[in-house]
């Protein structure tokens, strides 16, 4: 049984840091495209990281420069970094798994950035 578990989220204050991390298993996790998106309400879910089997990254340019992705094989964890966060980052953040046609998703982190 395959599963993605999603920590680390909650509430911020503008400017702050978060470190999301999520803990996969079923999975020969390092041959997956990782990946993090997130919802806002009312919104598409966009993704926000990528991180290759490989190691290569993708960002959008909404994230660029404050978020980083990361991986660690051993431990089966992907994790996202954020700092100068801001109120727009608010949204439910999710974990997504790919390898070919397989696509797994978390159940989400709530990340709340508010004053």
């Known amino acids: 049984q395959v599963q993605l578990v999603e920590s680390g989220g909650g509430l911020v204050q503008p400017g702050g840091s978060l470190r999301l991390s999520c803990a996969a298993s079923?999975?020969?996790?390092?041959?997956?495209?990782m990946g993090w998106y997130r919802q806002a309400p009312g919104k598409q879910r966009e993704l926000v990281a990528a991180?290759?089997?490989?190691?290569?990254?993708n960002y959008p340019d909404s994230v660029k420069g404050r978020f980083t992705i990361s991986r660690d094989n051993a431990k089966n964890t992907l994790y996202l970094q954020m700092k100068s966060l801001k109120p727009e980052d608010t949204a439910v953040y999710y974990c997504?798994?790919?390898?070919?046609?397989?696509?797994?998703w978390g159940q989400g982190t709530q990340v709340t950035v508010s004053s």
């Open positions: 079923g999975i020969t996790f390092s041959h997956y495209r």
């Open positions: 991180i290759t089997s490989g190691g290569i990254t």
């Open positions: 997504n798994a790919n390898y070919a046609t397989l696509i797994y």
